[in-house]
């Protein structure tokens, strides 16, 4: 089992910064991919973005592409997600994922986080 627990949400104005946290327990963290997903009301989850587990491959939705940067720190087991220029159309739930076999963009993960609410306003 994997344990994911996700913190750094809130509530930002439009071009604003957050920092999305996702601390892992449990397995090897370091034997994970982890992607991060969101949920807006109404609306269907989609992929944000994802990251080998070495960290050396990274993934983005197009939505996102420039604005967004997912990092990994493999001695803390925490999973980053520095989200810029926000756009009040990010606001979501947000969720941290694990994948044991491989990276996805799709939602075929192992483990999920809870999520954090991100809002943008306008």
């Known amino acids: 089992q994997v344990q994911l627990v996700e913190s750094g949400g809130g509530l930002v104005q439009a071009g604003g910064s957050l920092r999305l946290s996702c601390a892992a327990s449990?397995?090897?963290?370091?034997?994970?991919?982890m992607g991060w997903f969101r949920q807006a009301p109404g609306k269907e989850r989609e992929f944000v973005a994802a990251?080998?587990?070495?960290?050396?491959?990274?993934y983005y939705a197009d939505s996102v592409k420039g604005r967004f940067t997912i990092s990994r720190d493999n001695a803390k087991n925490t999973v980053y997600l520095q989200m810029n220029s926000l756009k009040p159309e990010d606001t979501a739930v947000y969720s941290c994922?694990?994948?044991?076999?491989?990276?996805?963009?799709?939602?075929?993960?192992?483990?999920w986080g809870q999520g954090t609410q991100v809002t943008v306003s306008s």
């Open positions: 994922a694990a994948r044991r076999l491989g990276v996805r963009t799709t939602s075929d993960y192992d483990y």
């Open positions: 449990g397995r090897p963290f370091s034997n994970y991919a």
């Open positions: 990251i080998s587990a070495s960290g050396g491959s990274t």
